[in-house]
């Protein structure tokens, strides 16, 4: 057969199976929101309402004296991050079944962190989840075990429930792929939230979650804490662990990518750094 016959089979092969992994990740993404517990497809309570304005470090002094649980802080920010996410399309992996579970079982109720749920790059690993940085051809491929950054906030207590967009090779500053779609600004559709963590700061904006992780090479958790409207610290080398995570570039050590924390209120980055 001639080669360039070949090519044009294999390239078409690999056209049809990058929109059919984008639409199985999309409906999957989908099915998990419709499939929720019926409480997170609800109006806001005057309960969750009341969660929904304490700083975190108040939450957790709450949770310590087994005031609130961490279900119910879940839950009541589980509810706005699908709201956020109808509004931006800024949720990769929903993980809010899982992280019932984990608030449950497995988190430490003692700790610094207790009852938070927090939300996550995509680029960061969940176990059982993948990490597909906007590529198609890293679906279906989850990750055995939680990177160690993630068992480091279950250690102190954090519950990770939602992950966010980003741009493919991350390496842009809005939020866009074929993966995913287009994640849009919380206060401006026509806009970009930023990039390369723009899902990041477009849920923290929106109010669907008080704490989470971006990283950053070159402004990618500084353009989005600018475009949305939230706040952030840049860390510095080595500050966080980078073990358990996926890029667009595999040995990159000239300037190296720092996850860094990113909170909507300033006392809650301090509190949370």
Not at 133 to 162: C, H, M, Q, W
């Amino acid at each position: 057969m001639n080669t360039s016959i070949l090519l044009g089979y294999h390239d078409a092969m690999d056209a049809f199976r990058h929109r059919r992994d984008c639409k199985r990740k999309q409906d999957e993404r989908a099915s998990r929101i419709a499939t929720l517990p019926k409480l997170y497809l609800l109006p806001l309570s005057p309960h969750d309402r009341t969660i929904l304005q304490k700083p975190i470090e108040e939450l957790v002094q709450d949770v310590h004296k087994q005031i609130t649980s961490p279900i119910d802080i879940l839950r009541a920010y589980g509810k706005v991050a699908v709201k956020a996410h109808r509004a931006t399309n800024c949720l990769t992996e929903v993980m809010i079944p899982e992280a019932e579970g984990w608030a449950e079982h497995e988190i430490n109720l003692k700790g610094p962190l207790a009852g938070i749920p927090v939300s996550l790059k995509d680029s960061v690993a969940v176990g059982g989840f993948d990490v597909s940085v906007g590529y198609s051809g890293n679906t279906g491929k989850p990750y055995p075990k939680d990177g160690s950054l993630v068992r480091l906030l279950k250690e102190a207590g954090a519950i990770p429930f939602v992950k966010t967009a980003l741009p493919i090779t991350l390496l842009s500053f809005e939020s866009t792929n074929d993966l995913w779609g287009r994640c849009t600004n919380p206060h401006n559709s026509k806009y970009s939230p930023g990039g390369s963590s723009g899902g990041e700061g477009a849920l923290l904006a929106f109010g669907g979650s008080r704490i989470g992780i971006g990283s950053d090479v070159a402004g990618s958790v500084r353009a989005p804490a600018h475009f949305s409207g939230c706040y952030l610290t840049r860390c510095s080398t080595g500050r966080w662990p980078k073990m358990g995570m996926n890029t667009s570039m595999p040995g990159q050590e000239g300037i190296p990518s720092v996850f860094s924390p990113m909170a909507r209120t300033l006392a809650d980055l301090q509190y949370f750094t």
